[in-house]
């Protein structure tokens, strides 16, 4: 395959707005403010693409306060982002990204999960398919068990060595042949396109895990899928690169308008706190965690602040009395805090 004419152009707009989302990101003091939001973004729609009915404020709900409607769906959806951080650590040590690596991150992505049919950690030594409720009617078998050691070999010598493509592309067209192999009983498609993620690391395309392309996948969920078949079926590298490079630029593009919307957001906020007559030091850096914690209680914020209860307790009300904070739970006690209008701008969702 050659990236030229079309596909050139393609490469050439999503490289671009990789770069744009690239500086956005650095558009605030810490790297971790549009981390946040925009890993879990990632890690819920990425697990909503075969099915997690979890979202993005189950989950900021659940790592405020260990409670949750969906607990398994929320559960796969951290288990997503441990395993992120698990592979991006592992890259910083220099391990490659390889058969190794991908277990790893299968062994956090599937732990605790579902009864535990899917081997967590283990490559496959049974057939599988996609589609269908046998091999003979599904819409794509995957090769056999005995060949999927060597196959993943092929992808991680590949994945290490010199190739004249450009890395982005090579990205897209690792993560078309990891579904290929499907070397698990479940989670291929979230841990392949981990895989994009981790080369974009590894190759300097995005120093951050900021780009959420599940996102723009899901949107064209049937041309995914379709796109994929295309490569198995008859070779169509093309397309299936033409239709990962839209999805790049079309993520990158929402993401930057995103991370300008959150910060505005956030800005005016932040202002709406300040000139609150009553307001104090601690309400100040509350308003400075939300991006990070957009959910929170009473004894997490004097944590994080390293604050007494009722300290904490009074930078809350005066955040909420400015309408940043809104209480959830409905409850006398044990209350919950949500950075409304942020989760809402974040997901999209009403
Ligand atoms: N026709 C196809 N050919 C190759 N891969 C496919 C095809 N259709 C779907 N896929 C991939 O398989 C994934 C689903 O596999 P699965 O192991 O259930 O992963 P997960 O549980 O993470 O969603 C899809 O997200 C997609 O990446
Ligand atoms: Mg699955």
């Not at 991150?105 to 283990?122: C, D, K, N, W």
């Not at 505005?264 to 308003?287: F, G, K, N, Q, Y």
């Not at 004894?299 to 604050?307: D, W």
């Amino acid at each position: 395959m050659v990236v030229e004419g079309a596909l050139a152009g393609l490469h050439g707009e999503a490289l671009a707005a990789l770069g744009r989302l690239a500086v956005a990101g650095r558009m605030v003091p810490s790297t971790g403010w549009f981390l946040y939001g925009f890993v879990r973004k990632e890690a819920v729609i990425s697990s909503q693409i075969e099915g997690t009915q979890a979202t993005l404020r189950d989950v900021a709900v659940f790592e405020a306060t260990e409670r949750a409607e969906h607990p398994e769906d929320v559960e796969e959806v951290c288990n997503y982002v441990r395993a992120l951080q698990h592979a991006r650590a592992r890259l910083r040590e220099g391990e490659p990204i390889g058969t190794r690596l991908l277990c790893e991150a299968h062994e956090l992505l599937m732990r605790g999960v579902r009864g535990g049919e899917s081997e967590p950690g283990t490559v496959r030594t049974e057939q599988n398919w996609i589609g269908g409720s046998t091999p003979a009617t599904a819409r794509f078998v995957p090769p056999p068990p005995e060949e999927v050691p060597g196959a993943l070999a092929a992808l991680e010598a590949w994945i290490g060595a010199d190739d004249p493509l450009p890395a982005l592309v090579r990205a897209g067209a690792a993560h078309a042949q990891f579904e290929t192999i499907h070397p698990f009983l479940d989670g291929n498609g979230r841990i392949g396109r981990l895989l994009i993620t981790l080369l974009l690391e590894r190759w300097g395309l995005l120093g951050e895990p900021l780009l959420y392309l599940s996102y723009a996948f899901r949107q064209r969920q049937p041309e995914y899928y379709a796109r994929l078949s295309g490569v198995r079926a008859h070779g169509d590298w093309e397309r299936w690169v033409a239709f990962y490079l839209e999805c790049v630029r079309r993520a990158a593009d929402d993401g930057v308008g995103l991370a300008a919307a959150l910060f505005e957001l956030h800005s005016a906020d932040r202002r709406r706190v300040l000139v609150d007559p009553a307001s104090t030091v601690s309400a100040a850096r509350l308003v400075d965690l939300l991006p990070q914690h957009p959910v929170v209680t009473v004894p997490m914020v004097a944590e994080l602040l390293g604050v007494t209860a009722p300290t904490a307790r009074k930078a809350i009300e005066i955040a909420e009395g400015a309408g940043v904070l809104r209480e959830t739970s409905g409850r006398e006690r044990d209350r919950v805090y949500s950075y409304h209008a942020y989760l809402r701008a974040l997901t999209g969702e009403g």
